[in-house]
């Protein structure tokens, strides 16, 4: 019930091209759902974030799509560049003791 | 403004050893986050340290320890190292135990052999 399942492990798309990762969730008492950007050799970095009251959020290229009731969540990449090509991961977080769950992660390659 | 900065950079240590982490969180930030990052994994919780108490715990044995320093930086110490703690070890500072804003720092790499 802890868990926050992400899909695909991989992704391979065109520059130009629309990158889509989704997440899926159990437990109904998350409340905040951000995700992170990580490069090679670096720490994850806040991407975006969405609380569940709504269901889009968008910043830039970057665009949330929430679906409370399928417990679900994706994050959309458009105009995807070849600087994009990073791991992201998607999270989730319910007041419990500072406890942020992660996805597995995905591996976003943008060819040119 | 400074960011949140870990040393080392790498480690490798021996099974059976001990080794300790250390985090600065970023400055005006009062809450220190640790997360074991498996190779091709998401980061996995360990603890949280809010203004030198720690305020939550992940699915870890009580080898693993922390402490926050009155300056807010903090130390993550684990005794007994098994290859699986084989990792890289991330930590987050934000401002308040919530997960808003919290930025992590670049890691450290523990290698135990």
């Known amino acids: 019930q802890q868990q926050v399942k992400q899909s695909p492990q991989s992704l391979i798309v065109q520059k130009g091209g629309i990158s889509i990762i989704n997440c899926a969730y159990e437990?109904?008492?998350?409340?905040?759902f951000p995700w992170y950007q990580q490069f090679p050799g670096k720490g994850p970095a806040l991407l975006i974030a969405?609380?569940?009251?709504?269901s889009e959020k968008k910043e830039g290229r970057f665009t949330i799509s929430f679906n409370k009731s399928a417990k679900q969540f994706s994050l959309h990449i458009m105009d995807s560049q070849p600087g994009d090509s990073a791991t992201y991961f998607c999270a989730a977080w319910g007041n419990q003791g500072g406890k942020l769950i992660f996805g597995q992660g995905t591996e976003l390659s943008v060819k040119p | 403004e400074t960011g949140v900065t870990q040393s080392p950079t790498h480690l490798i240590k021996t099974r059976g050893q001990q080794v300790t982490l250390r985090c600065s969180s970023q400055?005006?930030?009062?809450?220190v986050s640790w997360y074991q990052q498996a190779l091709g994994q998401g980061p996995q919780f360990i603890f949280q340290?809010?203004?030198?108490?720690?305020?939550g715990r992940g699915n870890f044995p009580p080898r693993f320890s922390g402490l926050q320093f009155p300056n807010y930086s903090s130390e993550l110490n684990v005794n007994a190292l098994e290859l699986d703690d084989s990792a890289l070890y991330l930590c987050?500072?934000?401002?308040?135990?919530?997960?808003?804003?919290?930025?992590f720092g670049p890691g450290t790499r523990l290698t135990v052999t």
């Open positions: 987050a500072s934000s401002l308040g135990p919530t997960p808003y804003e919290q930025y």
């Open positions: 400055s005006g930030h009062n809450t």
């Open positions: 340290y809010y203004r030198e108490e720690e305020n």
């Open positions: 437990n109904t008492a998350f409340d905040y």
């Open positions: 969405i609380r569940p009251d709504v």
